[in-house]
C-alpha cells in the first residue's frame, strides 16, 4: 500500500502533527506500507520534525508566494507534480482550511482521496471580530463549507458526535484517536499533590479560565501545584495572568517534550479547562495512566470520553467556580481520586492502539478494493 500524507506541517508540537508522526511510523513497522509526506507551509530549512519520523518516509516540501492565489496556484501545480511522482494508492489530507477541503478537486490523478478531521467546523471561521467585513467573510466561509468534503471518498471523523457539523455528507467514516502513548503497564500512584494541564497556550485551551479557578483551590490547597506543559506563547501570556492572581508560586510552567511519561506518572488529577475540543488525546493518555479527569463539558471530545462521576468529572462549559470545586472535591477524597483513577485505566482500553490502527487498515482496503 502506498500512502501520501498531505498536511500543513509537522515540525510542531501539536496533536495532528504529533497524530500524522504516529500514523505514518505505525503503518510503515506493522503494515510494510510506503509512506510520502506532501508538506504545505513548511521550509525545507527548517528541522523536518519535532516527533520521530521513520527514515523511509519521503518529504516534499512546497514553495510559498507572497500572493494568496498565486500560493494557491503554485501548490495546486505542486501537489500534482509530486503525487504524480509517488503514485499513491490513498492521499490522506489532514489539514483544515476550506482549500484543502475541496483539494479533490484540483487534484488531476485519479487516486483514492481521505480527509482527516481533527478540528471543530466553527475553527475555519473568524471569531472574535464583530465587524461588517469580519461578517462578510463568515458568510463567505460559510457558504463554501456548506458543499465542502462531499468530493473525499471518505471523511473521517474522531467520533459520532461530530456529524452535527458534517450533516449533508454522505461520505463519513469514525476513526477515534488511540492511545499513542505506551504506559508500558505503569500508573500514576496519585498520591502527589500535582494537578496537570496539557496544551499550547491558545485561548481555545481555557487555560486563563483554570487559573483563575486555581486561585480558588489554593486558597484551600495551598501546598498542591498546578503544573502546565506546553508551548507557551506571548499572544497568551499566562504567566502575566498568574502573576496579577498572585498565584506564580502556585503553578509551574514547562516547555513540552517528547516523552510525557514521568510527567503523567508524577501527577494525580488531570484538568482539560477548553472552550471546545474535537477530541483531546491528552485526556486518554492521562487516563491510560489512571489518573482522573476533571474536565469542561465542552463540544465535542470529553463527553465521548469522561463517563461522568464514574472515571472522572465533566464541569459546565466555563463554569470556573465549579471547576475549582472539582479539583478541590479530588484532592480531598484521595479514596474517591484513586477509584476513579482505577476505572480511567480500565475504561480507556476501548481506545487501544491495535484496535483502532486496525479500523484504518480495514478502510483503506475497502477504499481501494472500490478501484
Given at each position: 500500500?502506498?500512502?501520501?500524507?498531505?498536511?500543513?506541517?509537522?515540525?510542531?508540537?501539536?496533536?495532528?502533527?504529533?497524530?500524522?508522526?504516529?500514523?505514518?511510523?505505525?503503518?510503515?513497522?506493522?503494515?510494510?506500507?510506503?509512506?510520502?509526506?506532501?508538506?504545505?507551509?513548511?521550509?525545507?530549512?527548517?528541522?523536518?520534525?519535532?516527533?520521530?519520523?521513520?527514515?523511509?518516509?519521503?518529504?516534499?516540501?512546497?514553495?510559498?508566494?507572497?500572493?494568496?492565489?498565486?500560493?494557491?496556484?503554485?501548490?495546486?501545480?505542486?501537489?500534482?507534480?509530486?503525487?504524480?511522482?509517488?503514485?499513491?494508492?490513498?492521499?490522506?489530507?489532514?489539514?483544515?482550511?476550506?482549500?484543502?477541503?475541496?483539494?479533490?478537486?484540483?487534484?488531476?490523478?485519479?487516486?483514492?482521496?481521505?480527509?482527516?478531521?481533527?478540528?471543530?467546523?466553527?475553527?475555519?471561521?473568524?471569531?472574535?471580530?464583530?465587524?461588517l467585513k469580519t461578517k462578510v467573510k463568515n458568510q463567505i466561509k460559510k457558504l463554501f463549507l456548506s458543499g465542502?468534503?462531499?468530493?473525499?471518498?471518505?471523511?473521517?471523523?474522531?467520533?459520532?458526535?461530530?456529524?452535527?457539523?458534517?450533516?449533508?455528507?454522505?461520505?463519513?467514516?469514525?476513526?477515534?484517536?488511540?492511545?499513542?502513548?505506551?504506559?508500558?503497564?505503569?500508573?500514576?500512584?496519585?498520591?502527589?499533590?500535582?494537578?496537570?494541564?496539557?496544551?499550547?497556550?491558545?485561548?481555545?485551551?481555557?487555560?486563563?479560565?483554570?487559573?483563575?479557578?486555581?486561585?480558588?483551590?489554593?486558597?484551600?490547597?495551598?501546598?498542591?501545584?498546578?503544573?502546565?506543559?506546553?508551548?507557551?506563547?506571548?499572544?497568551?501570556?499566562?504567566?502575566?495572568?498568574?502573576?496579577?492572581?498572585?498565584?506564580?508560586?502556585?503553578?509551574?510552567?514547562?516547555?513540552?517534550?517528547?516523552?510525557?511519561?514521568?510527567?503523567?506518572?508524577?501527577?494525580?488529577?488531570?484538568?482539560?479547562?477548553?472552550?471546545?475540543?474535537?477530541?483531546?488525546?491528552?485526556?486518554?493518555?492521562?487516563?491510560?495512566?489512571?489518573?482522573?479527569?476533571?474536565?469542561?463539558?465542552?463540544?465535542?471530545?470529553?463527553?465521548?470520553?469522561?463517563?461522568?462521576?464514574?472515571?472522572?468529572?465533566?464541569?459546565?462549559?466555563?463554569?470556573?467556580?465549579?471547576?475549582?470545586?472539582?479539583?478541590?472535591?479530588?484532592?480531598?477524597?484521595?479514596?474517591?481520586?484513586?477509584?476513579?483513577?482505577?476505572?480511567?485505566?480500565?475504561?480507556?482500553?476501548?481506545?487501544?492502539?491495535?484496535?483502532?490502527?486496525?479500523?484504518?487498515?480495514?478502510?483503506?482496503?475497502?477504499?481501494?478494493?472500490?478501484?
Amino acid at each position: 500500500m502506498k500512502l501520501a500524507y498531505i498536511v500543513n506541517k509537522i515540525n510542531g508540537t501539536s496533536g495532528i502533527q504529533r497524530m500524522v508522526a504516529f500514523q505514518i511510523n505505525y503503518f510503515i513497522k506493522n503494515y510494510n506500507y510506503n509512506v510520502d509526506l506532501i508538506l504545505l507551509n513548511q521550509n525545507k530549512n527548517e528541522k523536518k520534525s519535532f516527533y520521530e519520523v521513520d527514515s523511509a518516509v519521503n518529504f516534499h516540501f512546497l514553495k510559498s508566494s507572497s500572493s494568496i492565489v498565486k500560493d494557491y496556484y503554485n501548490k495546486i501545480l505542486a501537489i500534482n507534480k509530486a503525487l504524480k511522482t509517488i503514485n499513491p494508492d490513498i492521499v490522506m489530507v489532514c489539514e483544515s482550511d476550506i482549500f484543502s477541503l475541496y483539494l479533490p478537486l484540483f487534484t488531476k490523478g485519479k487516486y483514492k482521496m481521505i480527509y482527516q478531521r481533527h478540528d471543530l467546523k466553527e475553527l475555519n471561521l473568524i471569531t472574535g471580530g464583530k465587524s461588517l467585513k469580519t461578517k462578510v467573510k463568515n458568510q463567505i466561509k460559510k457558504l463554501f463549507l456548506s458543499g465542502a468534503g462531499k468530493h473525499y471518498d471518505k471523511f473521517v471523523l474522531l467520533s459520532k458526535a461530530h456529524r452535527v457539523d458534517w450533516k449533508g455528507l454522505k461520505n463519513i467514516h469514525i476513526i477515534s484517536n488511540p492511545i499513542i502513548i505506551d504506559s508500558k503497564g505503569n500508573k500514576a500512584n496519585l498520591d502527589s499533590k500535582i494537578v496537570l494541564a496539557v496544551g499550547r497556550h491558545d485561548p481555545i485551551k481555557g487555560f486563563d479560565m483554570l487559573l483563575k479557578s486555581w486561585q480558588n483551590v489554593v486558597e484551600q490547597h495551598p501546598d498542591w501545584i498546578l503544573k502546565m506543559v506546553g508551548k507557551q506563547t506571548h499572544d497568551t501570556d499566562l504567566k502575566i495572568l498568574a502573576k496579577k492572581l498572585n498565584i506564580s508560586k502556585y503553578v509551574d510552567f514547562k516547555e513540552y517534550v517528547r516523552d510525557m511519561s514521568p510527567i503523567y506518572l508524577e501527577s494525580s488529577i488531570f484538568v482539560c479547562s477548553s472552550r471546545v475540543e474535537a477530541f483531546p488525546l491528552v485526556v486518554i493518555e492521562a487516563m491510560s495512566f489512571g489518573i482522573p479527569v476533571v474536565s469542561f463539558d465542552c463540544d465535542y471530545g470529553p463527553r465521548e470520553i469522561i463517563k461522568n462521576s464514574v472515571d472522572g468529572i465533566l464541569v459546565s462549559p466555563n463554569d470556573i467556580d465549579f471547576l475549582a470545586e472539582s479539583i478541590c472535591s479530588l484532592i480531598e477524597n484521595e479514596n474517591i481520586r484513586k477509584e476513579m483513577g482505577e476505572r480511567a485505566s480500565e475504561n480507556i482500553k476501548r481506545y487501544s492502539v491495535d484496535k483502532i490502527m486496525n479500523q484504518w487498515k480495514l478502510l483503506f482496503e475497502e477504499v481501494t478494493s472500490d478501484a
